[in-house]
């Protein structure tokens, strides 16, 4: 889209260095979840038995597309930092992605809290629930937010620069 004049993307730092720290830290979760995933038969004794097999494969198959999606998202992000007019885009992506990780460490708490393992990290959510929600599962994608915000306001801005044109009313 041509604009008159340059106009610059405000959410372009903070969407680069989200991504960017997004795919670094879901490209160690993939290796992670990988990991477990191959030593099943080490630690399954521990976690409710062979009867929980399908239960675990589950979890970790959707961990690893949460981290896949992570790196994606992450990916997007430095490709179109500088574009204002996919902050909309930008912004749907990483609210999906927080519903996403919101919703899995639920679901994966009530599952390592029904064997009663003091295996997670608490976060209390409210009414004496705790889930295992780390920090930047949730702050780097609140950033990546804030970052698509100031890229959409930007673009919002652009139909009003287009009628000043560019040297001004």
Known sequence: MNYPGKIKAPGKTMLKVTGILLI???VIGIFGTLSIISTTDTWLWMFGGE???GTWNFIYSISLLLSLSGVAVGIMGVALCNKIEKGIILFVIAIILI????IFNIIYTIIINSFGSGFSV???VGLGFSTSISIPDILLPALYVVGALKNKKAHETV????QQGPHGP
């Open 122 to 124: 608490n976060f209390h």
């Open 99 to 102: 519903v996403t990780t919101v």
């Open 51 to 53: 009867g929980m097999r």
């Open 159 to 162: 139909p009003y620069l287009r």
């Open 24 to 26: 670094i830290f879901n």
